[in-house]
């Protein structure tokens, strides 16, 4: 039984490691939340990951990215990601797409069945329309919510996105989830601590908000985030239930 998965055969049994290992996941985001997601489902034994993200690491993604480090710096986040997990998995099949997720890639990006998608996507626009094709298309998901300005990892909870609190990106969504119509349950990863005030101007030249006022972060909410949707997207893999009635802090 020695092998990358042994523990996890031991926990799950040897039947579930096999169903992991059939089983594609797409993380949309390859941030501090997608990250640690990616990280957590390929040593579960997930058999394919396609990872998407445009960005590349940055200096700033240090304190709390897995893949960043000074090496990997300037690259794609989607490449250093693939690199990593190849590096102790060779039987994972990695697919990158180094773009910016919007509507019109859907037809490309599940051109192969996907069995699970984790949304760690920081534009809301992008994430109405991410959830709403796999609403559409009955392909199950978490959506990643707000996630900066805080540091208490123990906070974090699995909820559907009618029924959150505390999160302003979270009450944003829900606004937009009834405007544009969306109908369907929303699995959403949030936290119920109480965000800070982060007002401090890093670049005031910067056209963009996100890059003139940016979020603070830490590396414990992001990570914890990331390791809870892949615990979700692994339950619902292995029993079919696609519940978010797991509210617990």
Do not use: W
């Amino acid at each position: 039984m020695e092998g990358y998965n042994e523990r996890t055969a031991l926990l799950l049994g040897n039947n579930q490691v096999e169903q992991l290992k059939q089983a594609a996941v797409m993380v949309v985001g390859i941030g501090g939340v997608g990250s640690y997601c990616a990280e957590a489902l390929a040593r579960c034994g997930i058999g394919q990951l396609i990872l998407v993200d445009h960005d590349s690491v940055s200096l700033s993604n240090l304190n709390r990215q897995i893949h960043a480090n000074y090496e990997t710096i300037g690259r794609l986040k989607t490449d250093v990601m693939k690199e990593r997990i190849l590096s102790y998995r060779k039987d994972c099949e990695v697919l990158t797409y180094p773009m910016f997720y919007q509507a019109e890639l859907n037809e490309q990006l599940f051109q192969t069945k996907v069995d699970f998608v984790v949304d760690a996507i920081d534009t809301i626009s992008a994430k109405l329309d991410l959830i709403s094709y796999c609403l559409a298309h009955r392909i199950s998901f978490i959506s990643s919510m707000g996630m900066a300005n805080r540091m208490d990892p123990t906070a974090v909870c699995i909820s559907e996105l009618m029924k959150t609190s505390y999160d302003p990106l979270a009450k944003v969504m829900r606004s937009q989830v009834r405007k544009r119509r969306i109908k369907g349950k929303i699995p959403v990863v949030y936290s119920v601590e109480q965000p800070i005030k982060q007002n401090q101007i890093i670049d005031s030249a910067a056209e963009i908000r996100k890059l003139r006022i940016p979020p603070a972060s830490s590396p414990f909410v992001p990570a914890a985030a990331g390791l809870a949707c892949a615990g979700y997207a692994v339950k619902v893999i292995l029993t079919g239930t696609n519940s978010a009635n797991t509210d617990r802090k």
